[in-house]
């Protein structure tokens, strides 16, 4: 089947960050936001990851922001819904700092433009953990728009997260394609490959290469952007 949509994860990929130091200096700076709101830094931090725990369970009978919320408000009490509007005023403000912490890779944004001149469509396949405020950010920050992508998942728009084949047929069915005309381009073994198992074709980028559960990387396309834009070229 011909190949017509092109799939792209954002941290890691579009964007070159360590993964660890990336989460661990963005919750630093959500700490400090909220410290002087009555939330202690390793509680907040421990509820974020059970909130994202529940977002990664979400079967898509609700959206990821009401997984989080849910779960988070079960955690400190319906009085943090309240709050809201200071995680609100954070990603909008504070977030931003958090890009220092990444990497610039300009051949991130030559590989999309250069894919959307092949005539391929173009989205961006990024975990729908964080808000659309901090996903556009990063966006930016890898030297893209958001006006650049046809979709990119957020917390909002998307009940299901990674590495749940489901996220991939979701995607595939609001763009109108059938898997088989997607390739998925993402540095996480675990994460981005299993979009094969749908029917997805795929390619692993290198660069920032996360594979938690070691498996063998031989059986995947991979290498750089320069090496991602030949192999869309021999399809």
């Known amino acids: ?26 919750f630093k700076l959500l700490a400090a936001k909220l410290a002087p709101h009555g939330y202690e830094p390793k509680q907040l931090v421990d509820a974020i990851w059970a909130g994202t725990a529940a977002m990664v369970k ?8 009401e997984a989080f919320w849910k779960k988070f408000a079960g955690i400190y009490g319906e009085k943090v819904l309240a ?5 609100d005023e954070f990603y909008e403000k504070d977030f931003h700092h ?21 005539g391929l469509r173009v989205a961006l396949a990024t975990n729908p953990i964080f808000p659309a405020v901090a996903t556009e950010s990063r966006i930016l920050w890898a030297g893209l728009e958001p006006e650049d992508f046809e979709l990119y998942t957020t917390y909002e728009n998307i009940g299901y997260c990674k ?3 489901d996220y991939y047929r979701e995607i595939a069915k609001r763009l109108g ?59």
Do not use: W
């Not at 990929?13 to 200096?25: C, E, Q, R, W, Y």
């Not at 979400?58 to 922001?65: A, F, L």
């Not at 390619?203 to 063998?216: A, G, P, S, V, Y």
């Open 98 to 118: 958090a890009k220092s912490i990444c990497g610039f890779n300009p051949n991130a944004a030559m590989a999309v433009h250069t894919v959307k001149e092949m």
């Open 83 to 87: 709050d809201k509007p200071l995680f």
């Open 1 to 26: 089947m011909k190949l017509t949509t092109i799939l792209f994860d954002l941290d890691g990929t579009l964007l070159p960050m360590d993964n660890d130091a990336f989460t661990k200096g963005y």
């Open 163 to 165: 590495p749940n084949p």
């Open 58 to 65: 979400n079967d898509g009978t609700q959206s990821n922001e």
């Open 177 to 235: 394609v059938k898997p088989e005309q997607c390739l998925m381009v993402g540095n996480d073994v675990t994460e981005d490959m299993v979009a094969q198992s749908v029917g997805m074709q795929v390619f692993l980028l290198t660069d920032c290469l996360i594979n938690k559960e070691r498996k063998n990387i031989a059986e995947y396309p991979r290498g750089s952007f320069v090496q991602l834009l030949q192999f869309i070229e021999t399809l």
